[in-house]
Every structure is written in C-alpha cells, then in structure tokens.
C-alpha cells in the first residue's frame, strides 16, 4: 500500500472516530402500548444519519430533556399525573457509550410537567406543570443530582376558551438574555408573566404583574423565544395558529401585533406547536400540527413568510440543523423522526429521508462531541 493510500486511510478512520462515536441523538417519546422512554441513537452529522442503539426504558411520558454538558446529565419530565403531580428525572449519560443512569427523581408538585429550564447560573432547575398551573423551583447538587424543592408557584385564572382556557395552564420557562428575569408562558390564561430573579434569595423567584403581557383572548401562548439580540419576544400561540411579537426592555413586556400560521379558510384546524430559531439569524420556523402538520417560516424584518409540509404527522417538534438548510422533524402520530430539507419557495419539492421509526416521538436532544 503506497503512503497516499495510508494517509487516505488513516484520514477515513479519523473521520468515523470523530463523527461516529460521540455524538448522540436523544428522542424523548410518549409511551406507547409497545414502547417507552428515551431512544438513544448515534449520530453522524457528515452522513446526517442516526444509528439506533437502544430505548432507555425507565421513564415514562419524557416530552422535554434538557442537557447539561458540565456533570454530563440528563434532565427529563415525566409527563404523569399523581397526587404529587408528574415528575422530574435526573440521568447520568455516560458519552463514552451512550449509557443512560438513573440518578433520582422527585414530585414536580403539578399534574403533566411539559418543560424544563435551568438558571443561568446553573444553581436551580425548573419544571412548569401544564395541567398543574404552576411550576416548581430544585436545587441542583454539585454532581448534577436534583436537590431540595424550594419554591412552587402557582397561576390563577382562565380565559375565553373554555375547553382549554378553563384553568392556568404553564407551558414554557425562559430566562431573559440578561439573567434577570424569567418569563412564564401560560396557556390557559392568556398570559405571559415576568418573574424577577433573585439566586440568593430562599425563594428566588418573585412576580412583577406590571411586566408581564395579556395576549389576546383565546390565542394559548405555548412556547416563547427571544430574538437573537433580545430586545423582542416571539410568542407561539397555539389555539389561535398566531405567534405574537412583544417588545422587551428593562424587564416589561409589550404587546406589538399577531402574524398568522394559516389562511383564513384553515382557521381552527391546526394547532401551533415548536419555534425554532435559524442559527445566527432572526428569522425563525414554526410548526403546526392538528389537520396542517405544516411548518412556517418567517423572517420579520423583510417581511418574508413561506409556509411548507412538515413531511409528518403532528410535527410537535423539530430543529434546525448547523448551515439552517436541513431540519429534523418528529412526526408524534407518524412514528418517525425525518431529514426535511427547508425550501427556499413554495414551489420547491420537498426532499426528505425517514431516518428512525419509533413510536411517538415529541422531542429531539443532540448531545455532540
């Protein structure tokens, strides 16, 4: 073999070290009649391909994971009712092999918790109850374990639909881009709530109502995401297939005006869902699901939206790949995680590879070398 080949070689074996045994996908999944948990999947983000390792199978209902790389663990609801509500889950994820360990779990203290978000400064972790309407505040140990609860914060109220509106509903957690403050998105009141946060306090986390913002009547603010430069809030309003765009500064929300997902005739047979940023840009994708199984994209500032097939059923969530040219979609009722390659008009076909089945998946964490 001459050295041309050898390098060549030694070159191929480098890349699937590098690209082939660190990187993971994790798919948090309903549980089904056959299946349940977390899938663990290799990923090769050369190829844009996923190789199946297997279902961590001792936990139910995990609809949010959230990562953090420091202690290499693995945060999940438990999406359950219980009389002390769902739970929250710590995992230990061993990178070498792709190991998932249980480490402990505790009462999120409100019935079907649906998101997670850490403090900035990664001494608490925070779990929101959808059907509970509250959400609840934990410590975190020095080896990631989850600690004592030190705060439960329940919302009051209801809004105009009364199917879904009939109670506090909260549904998203997220810190403002300056770490003062954390912005509380509730479905079922039609609102979006501004807490102040202070890490030293015994209970850190204290309500300003006069910053944060009503929506209008029945839109269910579902997911909220600062803009890049984080002076606004775009807000996913689930019931009426709207985002919303809110100005913020100093700590206050203000409401600026609605865009659609949907034309007039396709009101009220979707269901807003995920909002994804394109990386280093402030044009952003929404998904809807219901009868649309849709994903929108818009770019504000230039006025441009272009809406296209989500290549699934029930697109409950998805990201955007590095480059913003590729998404992977969860297809929920389709059973299946898809490459999609975003359009650039309406009039492009749509090119998209099924790269795992796997029932009902709801949400997708690369963990990467």
């Not at 699901?289 to 230039?302: K, P, S, V, W």
């Not at 090119?351 to 997708?364: A, G, M, Q, S, Y």
Request: proline share 5%; hydrophobic share 35%.
């Amino acid at each position: 073999m001459d050295l041309q080949k050898i390098i060549l070689l030694a070159f191929l074996l480098i890349g699937v070290k590098v690209y082939g045994q660190n990187d993971y996908l994790l798919i948090g999944k309903y549980d089904s009649d056959t299946e349940k948990g977390i899938a663990v999947c290799r990923w090769d983000p050369v190829k844009k391909d996923v190789d199946h390792m297997y279902t961590f199978d001792e936990v139910s209902n995990p609809s949010y994971l959230l990562y953090d790389s420091i202690n290499s663990m693995l945060y999940t609801v438990e999406e359950i009712a219980s009389p002390t509500g769902g739970w929250l889950t710590a995992l230990y994820f061993d990178k070498a092999n792709g190991k998932l360990k249980k480490i402990n779990s505790v009462p999120s203290m409100g019935d079907h918790p649906c998101v997670l978000t850490m403090s900035p400064d990664r001494r608490y972790i925070l779990i929101g109850n959808y059907t509970g309407g509250n959400f609840s505040v934990f410590r975190i140990r020095e080896d990631g374990a989850i600690g004592q609860r030190v705060q439960t914060i329940a919302h009051e109220g209801s809004s105009a639909n009364t199917q879904r509106q009939e109670a506090p509903h909260v549904h998203d957690l997220v810190f403002s881009p300056d770490h003062k403050y954390l912005l509380v998105a509730d479905l079922g009141t039609d609102r979006v709530e501004v807490y102040q946060y202070n890490e030293n306090a015994e209970q850190p986390f204290v309500i300003k109502k006069n910053k944060g913002i009503s929506v209008p009547a029945g839109h269910g603010p579902r997911h909220v995401k600062f803009t890049p430069e984080g002076d606004k809030l775009i807000i996913v309003e689930e019931l009426s297939e709207t985002i919303g765009v809110a100005n913020f500064k100093n700590g206050k929300l203000k409401y600026v005006k609605t865009e659609k997902l949907t034309s007039d005739n396709e009101n009220n047979k979707g269901s807003a869902a995920e909002i994804q940023f394109l990386p280093g840009e402030s044009s952003f994708i929404v998904s809807n699901r219901g009868e649309i199984n849709m994903l929108t994209y818009f770019d504000l500032d230039n006025e441009e939206e272009l809406s296209f097939s989500a290549g699934v059923k029930v697109p409950r969530y998805f990201m955007i790949l590095p480059g913003g040219k590729e998404l992977l979609v969860a297809g929920q009722e389709s059973n299946e995680i898809i490459l999609l390659e975003k359009p650039f008009k309406s009039t492009d076909k749509l090119e998209k590879r099924t790269l795992l089945k796997t029932d009902k998946p709801v949400f997708i964490l690369p963990v990467l070398n």
